[in-house]
């Protein structure tokens, strides 16, 4: 329905693949440690809807003028 509603409204889908994700921080530049903590501290009382979650993986990702290049650094595979 979405996809067909974006058609119709001349809006052009993408044909990558989308794996959902969330971005835990992005920095520019080396940050203090202690400024992490501080935000953390902020915010940690911050709630979202539940999901389903069968894995964590982490991933760097590099900007480059290309584009963005994306690796994987390690996997964590949760149990049913």
């Known amino acids: 329905m979405l996809e ?3 058609g119709q409204a001349g809006i052009p889908l993408s044909k990558k693949r989308f794996f959902p994700h969330f971005t835990l921080a992005r ?3 080396a940050v203090d440690h ?3 903590a501080d935000v953390m501290d902020a915010f940690g009382n911050h709630s979202s809807a539940s999901f389903e979650c069968r894995s ?3 991933v760097q990702s590099v900007l480059k003028s290309s584009g963005a290049v994306h690796t994987l650094v390690a996997r ?3 149990k049913p």
């Open 4 to 6: 067909s509603n974006l």
């Open 27 to 29: 920095f520019r530049k």
């Open 34 to 36: 202690q400024q992490i």
């Open 56 to 58: 964590i993986d982490l």
């Open 76 to 78: 964590a595979d949760f």
